[in-house]
């Protein structure tokens, strides 16, 4: 019997797969925090003319209260400082504000684009604030304190007529008679204030530098008392020197008309909405408003 070689089957073994570990997730990048977009700036040059308390009091509230970077140019001092080296310190890419009538006749020159502050041109050169209140308030306060001055008289130069024809109109409107004179100088000023007087009730002592210097102004406010004439002025200092009725604007009031007329781009003219009104026996500020007037004391 044949032997046979036995046969050893090999047992297959099965290894079982090595696990695959998952990959862990990678960790996210931190998101770059948002950049925040600078906002642009329009930066304001402002030109005053000279260095009257309120005109200089008005560059230094536009200093505090514009969101825009501001600088200001004394015109005095920069045309003392430019007459030899001919340097303009100007810069006609940044937006200006003329505050008053010098700095309005220098910046002509310079741009056409700038706004016009506390000028009484009768046509502004552009966008503008007028210095004065509006007429028909002024008559209404006038009246008010005055009810039997109702012939009011006024000197002005020959530049300042269109203004005062306005004023006439309006002063028409409230049942006053408005009486005007056109002088060249001063000296041809106190000559029709003179002959004025036996005509009208009270002045209205208009801020025209042409004709008025102090020599004039106390001239024509002495004469005045003399003869019994109301008198109504637009700078605080005339005060102390006897005129009734003051109308003056607070430098942070002129700062906000300025600021809103830059604001509203499409807007020709802007106005003062606050005055002060001061009489010989009380001071009061008084609001005008669109719809109505209100009256404030100064204390509230």
Known sequence: MPVTTPVILERETVVPPTPVRPKAPKPDKPE????EETEKTSPVTVIVSNQSPLLMQVAASMITRSPDPVTIIELEKTVAANSSSQL??????????????????????RTSDFIE????????????IPALPDPAWQFDIWSQHFPDARRIGAVISEAYVPQVQALAIEAEK?????????????????VEFRRLTPEVDGLFLLPDPAIFNPGLITDVIEHSHRNGLRL???????????????FTAEPEDVAD???????????????????TVTTPVSRQSVSRQSVSRQVVRADE
Not at 32 to 35: A, E, I, L
Not at 257 to 275: C, Q, S, Y
């Open 257 to 275: 008309a300025v600021l809103e007329l830059i604001n509203h781009p499409d807007r020709e003219a802007g106005r003062i909405k606050r005055f």
């Open 32 to 35: 770059p925090d948002p950049v």
């Open 232 to 246: 109504l002025a637009y700078n605080g200092f005339m005060q102390s020197l006897g005129v009734d009725l003051v």
């Open 117 to 128: 502050v506390l000028t009484s041109a009768a046509q502004p050169s552009g966008r503008h």
């Open 174 to 190: 409230t049942g006053l008679h408005f009486i005007y004179r056109v002088a060249a100088n001063d000296q041809a000023a106190q």
């Open 88 to 109: 303009d310190p100007f810069d006609t890419n940044q937006l200006a504000v003329a505050l008053g009538e010098r700095s309005t006749e220098w910046l002509k020159g």
